[in-house]
T-cell receptor, first 115, second 109 residues
Framework: GAGVSQSPSNKVTEKGKDVELRCDPI?????LYWYRQSLGQGLEFLIY????????KSGLPSDRFSAERTGGSVSTLTIQRTQQEDSAVYLC?????????????FGPGTRLTVL | QKEVEQNSGPLSVPEGAIASLNCTYS??????FFWYRQYSGKSPELIMS????GDKEDGRFTAQLNKASQYVSLLIRDSQPSDSATYLC?????????FGAGTTVTVRA
């Protein structure tokens, strides 16, 4: 079946602009996660959705970052007033349920470059 | 996030040899452990999950877990050039994952 899809695959923007990143999880997966991977920083957790609610937003680095999920499916991560330090690969993952044992499957990622 | 430590490598092994990757974690109550493979420029791909002490084998991959020592490892038998990648160890932190920095493996023909 289809895996996690993300769009765009690459995004180049100017400092101060807003960007929206999209994630379409595996069909039937109720849990969705956003992570970020930067050079020298490894993979860091941003936010977790169970259905349409986000019980854990603890990883969002600032209030410029927000995310929503609609219809228990597609999620959008929005970064307002982008800064150069926001440059990274943004990865979305989904799992069947949001439990400790559930395997998470990653999408191809969106590479964000802020000039 | 919980601490997950891996040797950064690079780990260079000859084709056909066994590659051994190690990972330690800080939180004794962690329950789920995962190994991901990440090729350069690609996203992480899940290759193994392990939840109980002992060994779990899947093809040429064997994951080993020792919760008392807070240690999880991955063995790659009969290493192939296509196994050249960065291997990420991940540990559950409730429902989210904490990742190690990854070990880069190079299999030389």
């Amino acid at each position: 079946g289809a895996g996690v899809s993300q769009s765009p695959s690459n995004k180049v923007t100017e400092k101060g602009k807003d960007v929206e990143l999209r994630c379409d999880p595996i069909s039937g997966h109720t849990a969705l996660y956003w992570y970020r991977q930067s050079l020298g920083q490894g993979l860091e957790f941003l936010i977790y959705f169970q259905g349409n609610s986000a019980p854990d937003k603890s990883g969002l680095p600032s209030d410029r970052f927000s995310a929503e999920r609609t219809g228990g499916s597609v999620s959008t991560l929005t970064i307002q007033r982008t800064q150069q330090e926001d440059s990274a690969v943004y990865l979305c993952a989904s799992s069947l349920e949001g439990t400790v044992n559930n395997e998470q499957f990653f999408g191809p990622g969106t590479r964000l470059t802020v000039l | 996030q919980k601490e997950v430590e891996q040797n950064s490598g690079p780990l260079s092994v000859p084709e056909g040899a066994i590659a051994s990757l190690n990972c330690t974690y800080s939180d004794r109550v962690s329950q789920s452990f995962f190994w991901y493979r990440q090729y350069s420029g690609k996203s992480p791909e899940l290759i193994m999950s392990i939840y109980s002490n002992g060994d779990k084998e899947d093809g040429r991959f064997t994951a080993q877990l020792n919760k008392a020592s807070q240690y999880v490892s991955l063995l790659i038998r009969d290493s192939q050039p296509s196994d050249s990648a960065t291997y990420l160890c991940a540990v559950n932190d409730d429902y989210k994952l904490s990742f190690g920095a990854g070990t880069t493996v190079t299999v030389r023909a």
